[in-house]
């Protein structure tokens, strides 16, 4: 069991910047391969941000490219997602997970553990 914890969510306008962190007190991230996904009220878990478990390689949904970074920390059980230019539609509670298992793909099955969230909330 992995017990991943968000921090960084807030209230920004439109147009502001925030970031996010993710870590796992006691635990090691540089095996696995993370992702960030997001969920605002009444709509299904999006994907946002994956890294492997290396840092070398990332990949973001289309809507975000250019303006989140997803990156992992010095600290090896910490990753990051730095959010800029933020609009309304990023309003979501951003969830963090890790992919332990043999799974590939960026959908909500092909991750193992999640955190609670932290929410975001962009005004206009």
């Known amino acids: 069991q992995v017990h991943l914890v968000e921090s960084g969510g807030g209230s920004v306008q439109s147009g502001g910047s925030l970031t996010l962190s993710c870590s796992a007190p006691?635990?090691?991230?540089?095996?696995?391969?993370m992702a960030w996904f997001r969920q605002a009220p009444g709509k299904d878990r999006e994907f946002v941000a994956a890294?492997?478990?290396?840092?070398?390689?990332?990949f973001y949904v289309d809507s975000v490219k250019g303006r989140f970074t997803i990156s992992r920390g010095n600290i090896k059980n910490t990753i990051y997602l730095q959010m800029n230019s933020l609009k309304s539609e990023d309003t979501a509670v951003y969830l963090c997970?890790?992919?332990?298992?043999?799974?590939?793909?960026?959908?909500?099955?092909?991750?193992?553990?999640w955190g609670q969230g932290t929410q975001v909330t962009v005004s206009s």
């Open positions: 006691g635990y090691t991230f540089n095996d696995y391969a």
């Open positions: 997970t890790i992919r332990t298992g043999a799974k590939t793909g960026y959908d909500v099955a092909s991750y193992d553990y």
């Open positions: 890294i492997s478990f290396d840092g070398s390689s990332t």
